[in-house]
């Protein structure tokens, strides 16, 4: 596995809790647990997941292939703030860049804060 530290803050003491919080929603999502997945995200926004965007999350996330950290950084937000950024490819895919990725927010307290998929062409 290989990741890159990018940022001023050093994401090394809860990159592991990061790492677990995403591997527990993408085994939630295989199992159809989208009410112990909303869980993984803060209050404001378990509130809005419906069964439809966990269902499309995992449509997206739930793959035959695994997926590895590519990347960890800091992510800025629209708001200015900084965020904890985690970057994952499939397994399997060894292009450079990797053709998709996901791109991982977490809060302060390891809640996921955003999930997006990246495509290269």
Known sequence: ???QNQGAVNLLPKLNVYEQQFNLLLALLSDNKFGEAKKLFPHKIEKSLTYQILNKLKSILVTNDKFELFMSGMQMTEDGKMYPM???KESSDTNTPPKK?????FDNDSKI????????K
Do not use: S
């Open 1 to 3: 596995m290989k990741a």
């Open 86 to 88: 985690l970057q994952y």
């Open 113 to 120: 804060i955003g999930l997006k998929p990246i495509e290269h």
């Open 101 to 105: 990725l996901i791109m991982v927010l």
